[in-house]
Antibody, heavy 121, light 110 residues
Framework: VQLVQSGAEVKKPGESLKISCKGS????????IGWVRQMPGKGLEWMGI????????KYSPSFQGQVTISADKSISTAYLQWSSLKASDTAIYYC???????????????WGQGTMVTVSS | QSVLTQPPSASGTPGQRVTISCSGN????????VYWYQQLPGKAPKLLIY???QRPSGVPDRFSGSRSGTSASLAISGLRSEDEADYCC???????????FGGGTKLTVL
């Protein structure tokens, strides 16, 4: 069971970006998958979570409207995208799996290796 | 500011037992399971404890977790130099409909 994320990105403010997270070793459609931000030297922040089976998505109020979470279950891949990046989006972004098909009770069990996103002019 | 509260630092000498606390409220720790992660510098979080007191296979039994009311704790016994890392707690929050995290505790092995 693993989640493999796309590679590091360097972007300019105002640019768009879509990073990916591919699941393997388990039924991708049956488990919620979330995204977590870690800004330099800071703690973990939950951004949102999606159920690939029906694309039901929940966003943290802090990130609602700032990012879009989606998935393509045919290729077992989840995405996190921005339409207009800001310097403050510079961070490591992790995808992580929720261990059941029912949102609630648990936090994340499996984590991707992280994608470093740097936004600088 | 993180939803769950952890001390920013902890320390111990090799062989000692240390505990790290995690405080929440009735919407998170009080009604859901607690997870603990170990994060080494430059690495992704690694699951250490799930469902408050369960260890995944491969995690030494020196690590143990407990939960009481709206608080939880991680205990590390027989401290080793390789335990020096950041430790973070997490729990599902019913009000947010998502998981919340502690700010992390940096453990130093003296």
């Amino acid at each position: 069971v693993q989640l493999v994320q796309s590679g590091a990105e360097v972007k300019k403010p105002g640019e768009s970006l879509k990073i990916s997270c591919k699941g393997s070793g388990y039924y991708f459609t049956n488990y919620w998958i979330g995204w977590v931000r870690q800004m330099p030297g800071k703690g973990l922040e939950w951004m949102g979570i999606l159920y690939p089976g029906d694309s039901d998505t929940k966003y943290s109020p802090s990130f609602q409207g700032q990012v879009t979470i989606s998935a393509d279950k045919s290729i077992s891949t989840a995405y996190l995208q921005w339409s207009s990046l800001k310097a403050s989006d510079t961070a490591i972004y992790y995808c992580a799996r929720h261990p059941t098909s029912v949102a609630g009770l648990d936090a994340f069990d499996i984590w991707g290796q992280g994608t470093m996103v740097t936004v600088s002019s | 500011q993180s939803v769950l509260t952890q001390p920013p630092s902890a320390s111990g000498t090799p062989g000692q037992r240390v505990t790290i606390s995690c405080s929440g409220n009735s919407s998170n720790i009080g009604s859901n399971f607690v997870y603990w992660y170990q994060q080494l510098p430059g690495k992704a979080p690694k699951l250490l404890i799930y469902r408050s007191n369960q260890r995944p296979s491969g995690v030494p039994d020196r690590f143990s977790g407990s939960r009481s009311g709206t608080s939880a704790s991680l205990a590390i016994s027989g401290l080793r130099s390789e335990d020096e890392a950041d430790y973070c707690c997490a729990a599902w929050d019913d009000s947010l409909s998502g998981p919340v995290f502690g700010g992390g505790t940096k453990l130093t092995v003296l």
